[in-house]
Structures are given as C-alpha cells and as structure tokens.
DNA sequence: ATGTCCCAGTCTCTGGGA
C-alpha cells in the first residue's frame, strides 16, 4: 500500500499536475493540502475516471484539504467535527481585519476519511505568520485542538494516519539552515512543543523513520533560487499510528515533482510505502526501491 | 536581494497570503 502527501498549491492550477504524479506513482491514497477550491467546485469526475474517490473539504479562496483514493473512502470527517467553516469566496467576512478574530477553526485545514482499514487525516495547519503574533497563537491552539481530537475519538492502538502541511519542522535536520531560519516560524521551540505533544499521543514520523539522512526536504520557497540551492524545509509529514509505522518499509520525498514545466507547486509529495500481510505488494527494500525506479526513471 | 506564485476583484493591474 502506497501513501502519499502533497501540498498542491491550488488543485486548479495543479489539475494536469497531480493527474501526472497519480499515474507515476500510483498512490493507494494521496492527501492534497492547499487544494483552493469550493467543494462545490472539487473536480470528483476528473479523478473518478482515473480511479480515485476524492472526498474535500473547501472554503473557496484559501485553504482547502482533500483526500484522493483508489481503495475507497468511508466515514468522513471535516473540521475536526466542529461544523462548517465559511465560505472565503463569498465576499464580507473574507478579510481578517481584526488579527485578535483571527480563528484557524473558520478555515477549511481537516478532513479525514477511512481508505483500507486506515484512518486518514489530511491537514494544512495555520502558517502563523510572524512569532507571536495572533496568528502565531491560532497556530498553537490549532494542534491543541487536533491533540485533543484524537484523544477523544481515536483509539490508541487504532491504525492512523495524520498527513499533510504541518509549517513546523520537527527538528534542525529538517532545515535547510537553523541559523538563518532562527527567529521564524516553522522553528520555534513552541510549534515543535506542539508536533512532540501529537506525536506523544502515539505517532511516528513515517518518513524520518527509514530515512535519517539531512538535506531532504519538502518545501522551497519559489523565490531566490531556494529550491535550485536546496534550502528549504521538511513541513509536509505523514505521522503513522503504532500499527501503521510498524508496516513502513520505504519513504521517499519526491524532489522531481517540485520541478516544472509547467510551474510546479512549491511543495514536494511525501511517498510512504506500507507492507501487505499476506500480500505479495512489497519485497521489501530493495523490492519497493526497484519498483520505484522502474517507474520514474525510463530510460530508454 | 521584499527575488515567485496563486487568488479574487478593483479586472491586462492591485493587494493579500504563503
């Protein structure tokens, strides 16, 4: 089984795209983050033709979180249970002019659905802007509120995974260069508190845990030459539940994809490969690397 | 080096967000 994890970076800007990385690497689920749609608006029909159940939750303008997959999707969850969101489309109410008003809970940033016996949560967690500012703070009550939904509606030894655009990293390996990252958000001691108290509840970082190399990275800022100069950061995280990290048998950050033409998304997919018991799916490493290989690299 | 990309509305430019 195959999992995966991608801000996209506008679904509509990123249609062809994603259509491209879905048959490249043929991901059994695939959570999109920043998707920027309605759901009104969510293109089901283009996926379902290529196999995949797309579930979405959408403000408009802003936002916007889904689900992609090819083994079915059942139980679905949106804002953490809390109710709608607004609509960033709909005009009045769109701009944040109080910052003290500001509440991530109004934004579309949760949906989860169960694909393959396994609890999948796609989030896009508050950018926070500036430390300490009120955005920084909606920020931090965002993963309490998530900490705090798994503690009242997941079992502990439920098979679950949390993916998608958490704008922390959980530690200096995870930054292109701590020193000049010092004093920004995505580092701060308060937001990697924050992803130690969810992965406390009982959650491993699926790619960290077969990859333990520096200089991989998920996301690089479009400008000033961050992505050709490798300086960017690991945000984009696929946190696996004890019965589900027990199953990783190889990761990747697929860094190609993060490339045009045409103009890519400023975030690279997160691949997480998971053994079948009693399966003939993956023939471990080198079996999951080979494959890989096959399909992103023909040459001729 | 406040350097790019995406969105909606003010609509071939601007302002906001990342």
């Given at each position: 089984m195959r999992i995966a994890t991608w801000n996209v970076n506008s679904l509509k800007a990123r249609q062809e795209a994603v259509e491209k990385w879905l048959a490249k690497a043929e991901p059994d689920v695939l959570l999109v983050q920043?998707?920027?749609?309605?759901d009104a608006d969510a293109p089901v029909m283009p996926f379902s033709m290529l196999g995949y159940d797309l579930v979405h939750h959408g403000e408009g303008r802003w936002n916007g979180v889904g689900i992609l997959s090819r083994i079915g999707a059942s139980d679905v969850v949106s804002n953490f249970g809390d109710g709608p969101v607004r609509d960033?489309?709909?005009?009045?109410?769109?701009?944040?002019?109080?910052?003290?008003?500001?509440?991530?809970?109004?934004?579309?940033?949760m949906v989860s659905a169960v694909c393959g016996g396994i609890r999948f949560v796609s989030l896009y967690a508050p950018?926070?802007?500036?430390?300490?500012s009120p955005f920084f703070a909606g920020k931090l009550r965002w993963f309490e509120r998530l900490r705090r939904w798994l503690d009242e509606?997941?079992?502990?030894?439920a098979p679950l995974v949390l993916g998608?655009?958490?704008?922390?990293?959980?530690?200096?390996?995870?930054?292109?260069?701590p020193a000049r990252a010092h004093?920004?958000?995505?580092?701060s001691e308060p937001e990697r508190e924050a992803l130690a108290v969810l992965r406390s509840w009982g959650l491993v970082d699926a790619y960290r845990a077969v990859r333990p190399e520096r200089?991989?990275?998920?996301w690089w800022d479009y400008r000033a030459g961050m992505f050709h100069r490798n300086e960017?950061?690991?945000?984009d995280l696929l946190y696996a539940s004890a019965p589900v990290a027990a199953r990783v048998v190889w990761a990747e950050i697929d860094?190609?994809?993060?490339?045009?033409?045409p103009t890519p998304s400023d975030h690279a997919p997160v691949v997480v490969d998971l053994d079948e018991p009693g399966?003939?799916?993956?023939?471990g490493w080198e079996g999951a690397l080979a494959r890989i290989a096959a399909r992103t690299k023909p040459r001729p």
């Open positions: 920043e998707t920027k749609l309605s960033s489309s709909a005009g009045s109410g769109l701009m944040v002019s109080e910052e003290d008003d500001f509440n991530p809970f109004d934004e579309a940033r950018n926070g802007r500036v430390v300490g509606t997941q079992a502990a030894d998608g655009d958490f704008n922390v990293t959980p530690a200096d390996e995870d930054v292109w260069s004093g920004g958000t995505h580092v200089g991989r990275f998920s960017g950061m690991r945000i860094r190609e994809a993060r490339k045009g033409p399966k003939a799916f993956d023939a």
